[in-house]
């Protein structure tokens, strides 16, 4: 794997990103729990392993106290049990605090604590003597996301007295009352809309995080929204992009709108996550797709899952038939209303429901640290008439899973020449090998699926020493 920090490109002499001797003790304990087939100590031992490996996203030279962050952050790192920056938290964190501040454009793979690193970022620019005036902005695709980020700065910054976060999702604010925070999350509509009604007053915003940055500039509705909030706010903003995937074409208008950024980037080879081992399943025929899913969830006896589809009316169809075969199954898009959709993701991150099918809403930034299946019903398509694969929804959808150093499975269903050529076609842009399964034996996709779900992060396959549980490429 190419090495991230050496991928940094300065427009201009800038911030020194030099990596200090790492000097901290580290027991790391993985945030969020174990996952719920490893034992705790299992991946205490692992995770320390990771973040040791320098080959690994996990691995940073650096650590938090180095990056000279405000005692009440170290604490509230502490509470969440980060011992150690990830690449992205130890290479980016000192970008945004240069001083003058700079923009960045970050990108790093699902899971390796991109929303931490720019969550330090903004708290550390934040002057808490002033906890009614709106001076950080994050914004996010969807209502759950910004709920989850919102979140975490909470917890991060549990210690920072005076610290007041918004949520401009919708429902989320009292109607018509003034925005009384330091920082604001929310997605563009809503945040347009209280900017436009004069609840949010963005003169003091010292900063802007974009996340899921790539999906909010290019797509239509999204990206003219953000640069219609852009257009609003001080001309000095320091503007802070992050995601897993940078398409090229997207970066012309991330240039626009955060001029001679600070660019971390990933070459195409390093987006996927090694502990996610990804499978495809050949069916016979879309209609068999449903029972071969049926017969998947027989071995699906610990973690939990997200079944991908590409219409709201086919994860309600799903979900009803699924309940009527007697599995407990939710569903979640955006016909729901928004309490609904904040009560149903609730009940998946408590392990209260296990088994969440959804459309693409989902597919970005979602941290549930238990999932350890993701399937694609639906190979993930973009353009007219859904004319060509999504390489990008593919990589977040996957990423649902094998969060900060765990194992999962994803398992992408295909049945006919289109589905299968679109499939192979996101397999070649991040030199994926699929492991095939075969819906005639059963006994070796048990075989084949348990063996990952069921051994720990150790053997991930980051390590090149470790025992690679991952089947033979078909
Ligand atoms: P990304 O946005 O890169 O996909 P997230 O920010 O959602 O990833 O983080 C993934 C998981 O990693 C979260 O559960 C988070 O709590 C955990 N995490 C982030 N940074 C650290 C760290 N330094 N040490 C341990 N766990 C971390
Ligand atoms: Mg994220």
């Known amino acids: 794997m190419a090495d991230l920090a050496s991928r940094v490109t300065q427009p201009a002499p800038a911030a020194d990103s030099t990596p200090a001797p790492d000097a901290a003790e580290n027991s790391g304990t993985a945030a969020g729990g174990p996952g719920l087939w490893d034992s705790e100590a299992n991946v205490q031992v692992a995770l320390t392993d990771l973040q040791s490996d320098e080959s690994t996203p996990f691995y940073s030279a650096t650590t938090f106290e180095d990056l000279k962050l405000s005692p009440e952050l170290l604490q509230g790192l502490l509470a969440l049990g980060f011992h150690k920056p990830s690449k992205i938290q130890g290479t980016g964190i000192p970008i945004m605090l240069s001083d003058p501040p700079q923009h960045l454009l970050a990108q790093s793979q699902s899971g390796t604590g991109k929303t931490a690193a720019f969550s330090i970022g903004l708290l550390s620019r934040i002057d808490l003597s002033e906890p009614d005036v709106p001076q950080a902005l994050a914004l996010a695709p969807s209502r759950e996301l910004a709920r989850q980020i919102e979140d975490v700065i909470r917890a991060i910054g549990h210690f920072c007295t005076g610290l007041k976060i918004a949520a401009a999702v919708p429902g989320g604010l009292a109607r018509g009352e003034p925005v009384k925070a330091n920082v604001v999350v929310g997605t563009p509509g809503t945040v347009l809309d209280i900017i436009k009604r004069r609840q949010l007053n963005p003169s003091k915003l010292k900063v802007l995080v974009i996340d899921e940055a790539d999906n909010m500039l290019d797509e239509q509705g999204l990206g003219d929204q953000c640069m219609r909030i852009k257009g ?18 997207v970066m012309r208008y991330a240039d626009m709108f955060a001029p001679k950024a600070v660019k971390m980037t990933l070459a195409s080879s390093d987006q996927t996550v090694k502990g996610i081992s990804q499978m495809y399943m050949d069916c016979p025929s879309e209609n068999e797709k449903y029972s071969i899913l049926c ?8 973690g939990s899952s997200v079944i991908f589809v590409k219409t709201r009316e086919s994860a309600s169809e799903i979900q009803r038939r699924m309940e009527a075969d007697g599995h407990r199954v939710s569903a979640l898009h955006g016909a729901f209303e928004g309490s609904e959709r904040d009560a149903l993701l609730q009940d998946f991150r408590t392990g209260k429901s296990k088994v969440l099918i959804t459309t693409n ?29 999504d390489p990008e929804t593919y990589l977040h959808r996957i990423g649902r899973t094998g969060r900060f150093g765990r194992i999962g499975v994803s398992i992408s269903f295909v049945y ?12 070649n842009k991040y030199g994926i090998d699929l492991v095939q399964l075969s819906p005639d034996d059963w006994d ?16 991930a396959g980051y390590a090149p020493s470790a025992t690679d549980p991952q089947a033979t490429p078909a």
């Open 361 to 389: 809403v989902l597919a970005r930034g979602i941290d549930v640290s238990s999932v350890s299946m993701v399937i694609n019903y639906d190979i993930p398509m973009k353009g007219r008439g859904d004319s060509e694969p």
């Open 295 to 302: 017969k998947l969830y027989g071995l699906m006896t610990v």
């Open 444 to 459: 070796d996709t048990e075989k084949r699926v348990q063996t990952v779900i069921k051994s720990n992060r150790a053997q």
């Open 416 to 427: 006919d020449k289109k589905s299968f050529t679109a499939l192979s076609s996101i397999a």
């Open 232 to 249: 609003v706010l001080p001309k000095s903003i320091q503007v802070l992009l992050f995601s897993a995937t940078f398409p090229d074409k």
